[in-house]
C-alpha cells in the first residue's frame, strides 16, 4: 500500500513570510497528524484530526498556524508569519483510527532566514 | 501531562553486540509504547510496538520489555549490524496521542 505523501520536501523561506505544507495519509485511515521536529529532538505533536475535526490542537501557536483537513482525507498546515524557530522538520502520519499505530511521512524540512 | 524520558541519548557498539535502549513514562493510564527508527534524513519508522497487556515482545533481532509497575520500558537488539545504526525514539501515549522521548542515537561500528 501506498505510504504517507508529504509535499514539498524541502522549503526555504524569510522570516514573516508564509508558508504551507501538504499531506495525504494513507488511504483509509480517520485519524491524521501533523508534528514538529527540531533538530536533534523527538517529533512534538501540532495538532490531530479524527477525519475532518479537529481532536488536539493544544500545541498549535494558533496565532501563526492553522490546519485543515477538508472531506477528511488531504490535510494542509500553513505558517503565517514564520519565525526563524519554525526551522525544523514538519512530519504528517496517519493511523487506522484514534490509537492504532502511526505510519509517518517523508516530511517537510523548512529552513526560515 | 505525560512525561518520557529517554536514555542514553547515545550510544555506541561494536557489530555483533547488543544495544539496550531505555524510557520511562509518568502517566499510569498509558498503556500504547511504539519504537521508531529514524535514519539521517528520512521519516520515523515503526519497528515495533508494545501494548501494557503483555509484558515482552519479539521480533527477530529486536525486543520491548515492559515494566507497568516501575513504568520504563525497553528496546533491546541483538547481534547488531551497521544497517542498525539509526536514531532511536520510544513513545507513550496519552489518551490517544503519542509523547516522544528525546531519541538515542544508535551507531553500530563495523
Known amino acids: 500500500e501506498a505510504g504517507v505523501a508529504q509535499s514539498p520536501r524541502y522549503k526555504i523561506i524569510e522570516k514573516r513570510q508564509s508558508v504551507a505544507f501538504w499531506c495525504n495519509p494513507i488511504?483509509?485511515?480517520?485519524?491524521l497528524y501533523w508534528y514538529q521536529q527540531i533538530l536533534g529532538q523527538g517529533p512534538k505533536l501540532l495538532i490531530q484530526?479524527?477525519?475532518?475535526?479537529?481532536?488536539?490542537d493544544s500545541q498549535l501557536p494558533k496565532d501563526r498556524f492553522s490546519a485543515e483537513r477538508l472531506k477528511g482525507v488531504d490535510s494542509t498546515l500553513k505558517i503565517q508569519p514564520a519565525k526563524l524557530e519554525d526551522s525544523a522538520v514538519y512530519l504528517c502520519?496517519?493511523?487506522?483510527?484514534?490509537?492504532?499505530?502511526?505510519?509517518f511521512g517523508p516530511g517537510t524540512r523548512l529552513t526560515v532566514t | 501531562g505525560e512525561n518520557v524520558e529517554q536514555h542514553p541519548s547515545t550510544l555506541s557498539v561494536q557489530e555483533g553486540d547488543s544495544a539496550v535502549i531505555k524510557c520511562t513514562y509518568s502517566?499510569?493510564?498509558?498503556?500504547?509504547f511504539p519504537w521508531y527508527k529514524q535514519e539521517l534524513g528520512k521519516r520515523p519508522q515503526l519497528i515495533i510496538d508494545?501494548?501494557?497487556?503483555?509484558g515482552e515482545k519479539k521480533d527477530q533481532r529486536i525486543a520491548v520489555t515492559l515494566n507497568k509497575t516501575a513504568k520504563h520500558f525497553s528496546l533491546h537488539i541483538t547481534e547488531t549490524q551497521p544497517e542498525d545504526s539509526a536514531v532511536y525514539f520510544c513513545?507513550?501515549?496519552?489518551?490517544?496521542?503519542?509523547?516522544f522521548g528525546t531519541g538515542t542515537r544508535l551507531q553500530v561500528f563495523p
Open positions: 502520519a496517519s493511523s487506522p483510527d484514534r490509537g492504532d499505530e502511526q505510519y
Open positions: 488511504s483509509g485511515h480517520a485519524t
Open positions: 484530526f479524527q477525519n475532518n475535526g479537529v481532536v488536539d
Open positions: 502517566d499510569s493510564a498509558s498503556n500504547y
Open positions: 508494545i501494548r501494557s497487556n503483555v
Open positions: 513513545a507513550a501515549n496519552r489518551i490517544d496521542k503519542l509523547i
